[in-house]
């Protein structure tokens, strides 16, 4: 016997939409993307603290200048201006482990390593181990953001604030100490890293946190194609690296 297909998200009368149960009709108007975001991925609407730290996680993630899935989105309007939805698409199959998808390996690290444990024995532990590998410690060391992320600064207060600074955030923080004790130099909690902690506390699945950077960056994608449809710049972009890869056939070695 088949099962029966069934989905808990969403579903239509003649007359009524109803999204997790909620009549869309009572959700316009009163509620934000992000609680509506909130709702689809807890089923139930945040309370004002759930509310206030959720979108600033998102809100996060929403711009980050000219990445590799900006440009991407960029030159695949350039070459298919009909299907801005291609574009964004192009722009998102990017979000990979260096460029936001690393929340989802650092909300897995905290989400799997041990509680019962003394925090800083485990943050220890999962560094040597990350060392002994030779791998990067995922939500750690930022090429810019060198001594502090502005980012992470700001999103532990909040999760202070609204009451979301509990194990995961303790054991982040402890896992970049004890990051930048054993490589003798800076390596501060990264955004991705204070967002993995803080969904964590949030209780979201590892699962789906790479989803909120995906989610968020559609927005600004969206955002760089105006940009381009007004201040192109896919072209140039394409001219200057077709040339400079090719290089100057009238120019000998330097």
Avoid: C
């Avoid at 609407?45 to 206030?52: C, I, T, V, W, Y």
């Avoid at 990264?190 to 949030?202: D, F, K, Q």
């Avoid at 909120?212 to 955002?223: D, K, N, S, T």
Wanted: charged share 25%.
């Amino acid at each position: 016997m088949k099962r029966k297909l069934r989905s808990k998200l969403g579903r239509s009368t003649a007359d009524q939409i109803f999204v997790r149960g909620h009549d869309l009709t009572e959700l316009l108007g009163n509620v934000s993307l992000g609680d509506v975001a909130y709702l689809e991925l807890t089923g139930r609407l945040p309370n004002a603290k759930e509310s206030a730290m959720f979108n600033a996680l998102v809100v996060t993630l929403v711009e980050h200048g000219l990445t590799p899935s900006t440009i991407a989105a960029r030159l695949t309007y350039y070459g298919a201006p009909e299907a801005l939805q291609a574009a964004v698409a192009a722009g998102l199959l990017g979000m990979g482990d260096r460029f936001g998808g690393s929340i989802e390996q650092a909300a897995r690290m905290l989400q799997e390593a041990p509680h019962d444990h003394d925090p800083r024995t485990t943050a220890v532990r999962i560094v040597a181990d990350h060392r002994a590998r030779k791998e990067p410690i995922p939500g750690i060391g930022h090429p810019t953001h060198k001594t502090a992320d502005p980012r992470t600064t700001r999103l532990f207060e909040l999760a202070a604030e609204n009451g979301f600074s509990r194990h995961h955030v303790d054991l982040m923080r402890l896992i970049g100490k004890e990051a930048s004790k054993a490589a003798g130099r800076d390596l501060p909690v990264n955004a991705t890293g204070a967002i993995a902690a803080i969904a964590s506390e949030m209780e979201l699945s590892w699962r789906i946190t790479r989803g909120l950077a995906v989610m968020a960056r559609a927005i600004g994608l969206v955002a760089h194609l105006q940009e381009e449809m007004e201040e192109p710049m896919a072209a140039e972009i394409w001219s200057r690296a077709e040339a400079e890869a090719q290089g100057d056939a009238n120019s000998g070695p330097d």
